[in-house]
């Protein structure tokens, strides 16, 4: 496999909501909707759908006061068949529009999940990883007979097993997490204070509102700017607010107008970032081509000059055809520097260094500047 490192009834109302020309929210059943969709054309799922809690009667705290939990219709079926059937039917209606190379992200809890998993597998979903968010604020357990709820799970997947390409921005995750691979323990905490989308009587919009940051970190993580995000169960708009953010269009399904109304709003609001913070992160192994020549065809470093090593040690004479010599051996900048170093190897780039007029200068910094030019070409 190659590496590029809420369902509705078909009679729901079919209002458009439009954030902006990147972004809609879509009001009507995911399933029929995105069947309209051309096949192929989603480069990342994001799905939130329902748990089916199967609470069977009000969650109370020991002083008898009612726990805001989630009761709506929306998260009521009439059996597990019901459920898988349901869950079947976005899924396969999600992996007809998905891209060969795009990927699937569905959270979900210990209700819910394993559920999901399965029919994911079957249907031929290729799982990539599962992601264990951990709350750092998690609600407690009121009846005290079992573990606190204190994480959910997300599965992310490819299409299938043969799936090429998908987007995994190993090195910029990598670089965010002080150059230590990403793990897959995640912890974020609950959505609360300014961010929590709340009504004119002060309640929750949504119960089950996701934290923008647990977004950033998918859509960061599986996706790249422009790509097209889509979100089955849009609920107040959390997906669809941080993709606008990060520079991704995105289309969100809903079939409650409240709801709808509430993320459209929220995704007008949202301010893309400037694009200069969301350009994707180059490797070394991704950057275009510069030889140490073409700083000497540029007037960057001048026939002539002297390159040394940081503590100017060693000094190198530069030669008009892009070679350097060191005493009477003429080669690369490279074989070079491990000649000065009595080393096998060295990456001349970040070993010799120029004099300027504010110190030394590593050439590799020239280089920088030339690949600059380059995207910006």
């Not at 029929?32 to 990342?44: F, H, I, N, Q, Y």
């Not at 609360?192 to 009587?201: I, Q, V």
Request: proline fraction near 5%; hydrophobic fraction near 40%; charged fraction near 25%.
């Amino acid at each position: 496999m190659g590496v590029s490192r809420r369902g509705a009834s078909a009679k729901a109302p079919r209002t458009k909501f439009e954030a902006s020309p990147s972004s809609r929210i879509i009001v009507g059943d995911c399933v029929a909707e995105m069947s309209k969709l051309p096949a192929g054309c989603v480069d990342l799922v994001f799905a939130d759908p329902p748990y089916n809690l199967q609470l069977k009667g009000e969650l109370k705290r020991p002083d008898e006061s009612h726990v805001d939990a989630v009761t709506d219709d929306w998260d009521k079926f009439s059996s597990f068949s019901a459920y898988d059937d349901f869950t079947r039917a976005w899924l396969l209606a999600c992996r007809r529009v998905m891209k060969p190379s795009a990927t699937l992200w569905v959270i979900g809890s210990y209700h819910n999940i394993f559920r999901v998993g399965a029919i994911m597998q079957d249907l031929g979903f290729w799982v990539l990883n599962d992601i264990v968010w951990r709350k750092s604020n998690p609600m407690p357990n009121f009846r005290g007979r079992r573990f606190t709820n204190a994480h959910e799970t997300m599965i992310w997947a490819a299409r299938d097993e043969n799936a090429k390409g998908y987007t995994f921005n190993y090195e910029a995750l990598k670089a965010a997490n002080e150059d230590v691979q990403a793990r897959s323990d995640w912890l974020i905490p609950l959505c609360t204070g300014e961010e929590r989308l709340k009504g004119a009587d002060g309640k929750k919009v949504h119960p089950t509102q996701k934290p923008e940051g647990l977004l950033a970190r998918v859509l960061l993580s599986s996706s790249k700017p422009g790509d097209l995000v889509i979100d089955p169960f849009n609920g107040t708009g959390t997906t669809g607010a941080v993709a606008k953010r990060l520079g991704r269009s995105y289309i969100g399904f809903e079939r409650d107008r409240i709801y709808a109304s509430a993320a459209e709003k929220r995704i007008a609001a949202v301010e893309p970032l400037p694009e200069a913070t969301l350009a994707p992160f180059m490797t070394a192994r991704d950057a275009p081509r510069v030889a140490f020549s073409e700083l000497v065809e540029r007037g960057m470093i001048s026939p002539g000059a002297v390159l040394v090593d940081a503590k100017k040690k060693h000094g190198a004479l530069v030669r008009a055809d892009g070679a350097i010599m060191l005493g009477d051996k003429v080669g690369s900048i490279h074989r070079m520097g491990a000649l000065a170093q009595g080393a096998q190897a060295c990456n001349g780039w970040t070993f010799w260094h120029i004099e300027t007029k504010k110190g030394l200068k590593l050439i590799d910094e020239l280089r920088a500047e030339i690949r600059r030019g380059m995207a910006a070409d």
